[in-house]
C-alpha cells in the first residue's frame, strides 16, 4: 500500500464501480421481486368460489414480508462488508467509500419506494399499527380467536388484558401492536444510515396522522361521532403514534416535532376540537373520574393536557370549559373538587394565571356562597316574632326555604336573560334574603338569574281508584319548570300564550321546558295538539291528574334545545316523572343562583360547533387591539410585519390572530387616533402619544 496512486488508479477506482453495479442490481432485482410478492393471491376452491389468501401461515399480511425481507436483506449485507473491509484490512479511504456506495444503492435510491411499497412498505404498517382495535371490541375479540386457532392462544398484554401475540394494551385501554412497532424501528434503523432518507419516514408519520385525523373530524362533522368519542379517538390515537415515534423512531426530535405538527394541522382547522375537548374533560369530571384514585385522575388529566398544548383556540376552550364548568358547580355535579382543582392547576401551568384567574375565582366564589348560606340560616333561627309575610300564603303559609349562590360578574360566564316572574313565595323569600344580603355587605347589587337553578315542588295527586289516599311526589324541577308549574294551582288548562304572558320566560326556553314536562315518561302536563311540536299561542297544556310514578323523589329532565324547537317531545332520561297539582311546597334550592350579572357573554356557545363563539371573537379584538397599543406604545415607530409577528407572539397562549385580523385592527386604531403611519413609508406605524 505504499504506492497509494496505484492503488487507487488500478484497483479502488474498479472495485467500487464493480461493488455499485452489483449492488444496484441486487436491490432493483430484489425489490421488484418484492412488489410483485406484495400483492395477495388468489385461489379458487373445490366448490368454485375464490378465496383471497391476504395471510400467511402465521396470520400476518403476506405482503409484510417483501419490504421487512428487504430490510434485513440490506442490514445484513452493511455488515457483510464492513466484517469483510475489516478483514481484508483495505485503507479507511476505500471502506468508507464502499460503506457509502451500499448506503446509497441499498438505502438511498429506494428509500421512497420501502415507504410506499403498497401492502409491505412504512406508511403500510403504520396504517396497521393505527387501526388497531380498543381493548374489548369486536375487532379485538376476532383477532384473539385468529391467534387462539393459529397459534394456541394469546399473550398476556401489559394490563393483564390477554390479546393477540404481539399486542399490549396501555394503562388506558389503548391497544399497541408491539411486533409492527419492531418491524417499523428495524426500516428506521436501516434509513437513519443514510439523515436524508429517514425525511421519507417523517412524512409519512405527518400524513397517516393527518389522514387518520380528518376521517375523525368528519365523523364529528356528520354525528357519527359525538364531541366526546372525537376526542376519545385523538386521545387514542396520539397514545399510539407516541409510542411509534419513542419505540420505533427511537424518540427522534425531529419525528416528535412532525408528529406535532400534523395534529395541530388537523385540530385547528377549525374550532371543533377546542370545543370538543371542553364536552369530554366536562363528561369525565361530572362522572368519568367519579371515585377514581389520585393516579388515575392525574394520567387521565395529563392525556387531556397533550392535546390541549396543540390547541391554537385556546380561548375558545377556556370559553367552553368555564360555561361547563358554572353548570357542574351551581349543580352540584363535580365528581370530585380535588379532580376539579387538579385539572385547574394543569391550566394554570400551560397558560399562566391570567388564563385561570376566573375559574379560580369561581371556586372561591362557592366557597364564600357557602359561607353566606350557612349565616343567613342562622340569621333565620335568630328572628323572634318575625312578622309573616302574605306572600307565603300561595306555601300554605310556610315561608320557602330558598338557597342562593351569590356569584361575581366578572368571574361568570353570565346572561342577559330578563328575570322571569317567580311564583309569589319564592319571589317572598328572595327579598328576604336580598334584604339581609345589602344589610349585610354594604355597596353591593344583586343581579337575579332566573334562567339558571333550580327547585322542588311536592305536588299533591288525586287518590288512585279503590284508594282515598292522597298521592305524593316530590318534584326536581328548573326555575322555569317551577314557574310553569305553580300556574296550574288555579287553573287545570293553559294556552301557550297565557302562560308565556304570566311567566315571562323567553320563547324558545319556554317551548323548551314545556315539552320537557309532556314527554311519555314525564308527562306532568297533557298537550292538546298532536305530534311532537307545539303547534301555536293557542296549543293547550292541561294538568295530569292520572300521572303515577313508583318513585316518591322524581328528578325531571330536559330535552335538548334541538329536539324542543324541532318538535321532539322525548327525553332521553329514564327518571320518572310526576304531575303537580294542589300544594306547591318548595324548597330546596328554589329561587336559582343569585349572579351579578350585566352583559350577556354566552356568545352562543353551542357544543360540537366549529366556528368560534361570537363573545369569544369580540374577546379577541380587545385582546388584539391592547396588545398592539401596548407594543406601539413601547417600541414608538415599528413597520408592519415586525408588529405582526411581536403580536402573533404575546397572544398565541390564546389564540393565534390571522395577519388580515391584525391588520383590520391597525386600521382602526389609525382611525381612532392611536396610530399614524409613517409619511415616507406607508407600511411603518408610529404611536401617538
Not at 500 to 516: A, F, G, K, N, Q
Request: hydrophobic share 35%; with cysteine; glycine share 8%.
Amino acid at each position: 500500500m505504499d504506492n497509494i496512486p496505484v492503488y487507487e488508479r488500478d484497483f479502488e477506482e474498479s472495485f467500487l464501480g464493480e461493488s455499485q453495479d452489483f449492488y444496484r442490481m441486487e436491490s432493483t432485482s430484489r425489490l421488484s421481486h418484492a412488489v410483485s410478492g406484495s400483492s395477495a393471491t388468489t385461489t379458487t376452491t373445490s366448490d368454485g368460489n375464490s378465496n383471497d389468501n391476504e395471510h400467511d401461515n402465521n396470520s400476518k399480511p403476506a405482503a409484510k414480508y417483501s419490504a421487512m425481507e428487504y430490510v434485513h436483506r440490506a442490514r445484513s449485507r452493511l455488515e457483510e462488508e464492513k466484517s469483510r473491509a475489516n478483514h481484508l484490512d483495505l485503507p479507511t479511504q476505500t471502506k468508507s467509500a464502499l460503506l457509502r456506495i451500499v448506503e446509497t444503492e441499498l438505502i438511498e435510491r429506494h428509500a421512497k419506494t420501502l415507504v410506499e411499497m403498497e401492502g409491505s412498505g412504512f406508511a403500510s404498517i403504520l396504517k396497521v399499527v393505527a387501526g388497531s382495535p380498543a381493548v374489548g371490541s369486536v375487532a379485538m375479540a376476532s383477532a384473539n380467536n385468529r391467534m387462539v386457532g393459529a397459534a394456541g392462544g394469546g399473550t398476556l398484554t401489559g394490563s393483564g388484558v390477554a390479546g393477540p401475540r404481539g399486542m399490549t394494551s396501555s394503562e388506558n385501554g389503548v391497544v399497541i401492536d408491539r411486533d409492527r412497532i419492531a418491524d417499523l424501528a428495524a426500516m428506521y434503523d436501516l434509513f437513519s444510515r443514510v439523515p436524508s432518507s429517514v425525511n421519507h419516514l417523517r412524512n409519512a408519520l405527518g400524513e397517516r396522522i393527518r389522514l387518520d385525523g380528518r376521517s375523525l373530524v368528519r365523523d364529528q362533522e356528520t354525528n357519527v361521532a359525538p364531541p366526546a368519542s372525537f376526542v376519545k379517538g385523538v386521545l387514542d390515537m396520539r397514545e399510539r403514534f407516541a409510542a411509534v415515534v419513542s419505540d420505533a423512531m427511537r424518540g427522534e426530535k425531529k419525528a416528535q416535532k412532525r408528529m406535532r405538527e400534523a395534529f395541530e394541522d388537523f385540530l385547528n382547522a377549525d374550532a371543533r376540537a377546542a370545543n370538543c375537548l371542553a364536552v369530554y374533560v366536562d363528561e369525565l369530571l361530572r362522572v368519568g373520574l367519579r371515585g377514581a384514585d389520585e393516579r388515575k385522575v392525574g394520567r387521565e388529566l395529563d392525556r387531556v393536557i397533550v392535546i390541549f398544548r396543540y390547541l391554537a383556540d385556546k380561548d375558545v376552550f377556556e370559553a367552553y370549559y368555564k360555561n361547563h364548568l358554572a353548570k357542574r358547580l351551581l349543580g352540584n355535579k363535580s365528581g370530585s373538587e380535588e379532580a376539579e382543582r387538579a385539572m385547574v392547576s394543569l391550566l394554570k401551568a400551560e397558560c399562566g394565571y391570567q388564563f385561570t384567574s376566573k375559574l379560580e375565582g369561581m371556586f372561591n366564589d362557592m366557597r364564600i356562597s357557602k359561607e353566606t348560606a350557612e349565616k343567613y340560616r342562622s340569621h333565620k333561627k335568630g328572628l323572634i316574632n318575625a312578622s309573616a309575610d302574605v306572600r307565603d300564603a300561595e306555601n300554605g303559609g310556610k315561608p320557602v326555604d330558598v338557597e342562593v349562590s351569590v356569584l361575581s360578574n366578572s368571574h361568570w360566564p353570565s346572561q342577559n336573560v330578563e328575570p322571569c316572574i317567580l311564583p309569589t313565595a319564592v319571589k317572598a323569600a328572595m327579598d328576604r334574603f336580598q334584604k339581609y344580603y345589602l344589610s349585610t355587605y354594604t355597596g353591593r347589587k344583586l343581579s337575579w338569574q332566573t334562567s339558571t337553578g333550580g327547585g322542588e315542588i311536592r305536588a299533591n295527586l288525586p287518590p288512585l281508584k279503590g284508594s282515598s289516599k292522597l298521592r305524593r311526589h316530590d318534584l326536581s324541577v328548573t326555575t322555569y319548570q317551577m314557574c310553569i308549574l305553580v300556574l296550574f294551582n288555579t287553573r287545570d288548562t293553559l294556552t301557550l300564550k297565557q302562560i308565556r304572558e304570566e311567566t315571562h320566560i323567553p320563547e324558545d326556553e319556554l317551548r323548551r321546558h314545556l315539552v320537557s314536562l309532556c314527554t311519555p315518561k314525564h308527562r306532568i302536563l297533557r298537550k292538546g295538539s298532536k305530534g311532537k311540536g307545539i303547534s301555536g299561542d293557542d296549543d293547550t297544556f292541561t294538568y295530569n291528574a292520572d300521572y303515577t310514578s313508583k318513585m316518591t323523589r322524581v328528578k325531571v329532565p330536559m330535552v335538548s334545545m334541538r329536539d324542543a324547537t324541532g318538535g321532539a317531545a322525548s327525553g332521553s332520561a329514564t327518571a320518572a316523572g310526576g304531575a303537580k297539582k294542589g300544594e306547591p311546597a318548595a324548597s330546596g334550592s328554589a329561587g336559582t343562583a343569585g349572579a351579578l350579572s350585566a352583559s350577556n357573554r354566552s356568545g352562543g356557545l353551542v357544543d360540537g360547533s366549529s366556528t368560534v363563539p361570537v363573545a369569544v371573537e369580540e374577546d379577541r379584538r380587545h385582546l388584539l387591539e391592547a396588545a398592539i397599543v401596548r407594543i406601539m406604545k413601547a417600541r414608538k415607530m415599528l413597520n408592519h410585519n415586525d408588529l405582526v409577528a411581536e403580536v402573533t407572539r404575546q397572544l398565541s397562549g390564546r389564540f393565534v390572530p390571522p395577519p388580515q385580523f391584525v391588520k383590520k385592527r391597525v386600521e382602526s386604531l389609525i382611525e381612532r387616533e392611536y396610530l399614524e403611519r409613517d409619511e415616507g413609508d406607508r407600511r411603518v406605524y408610529r404611536y401617538m402619544a
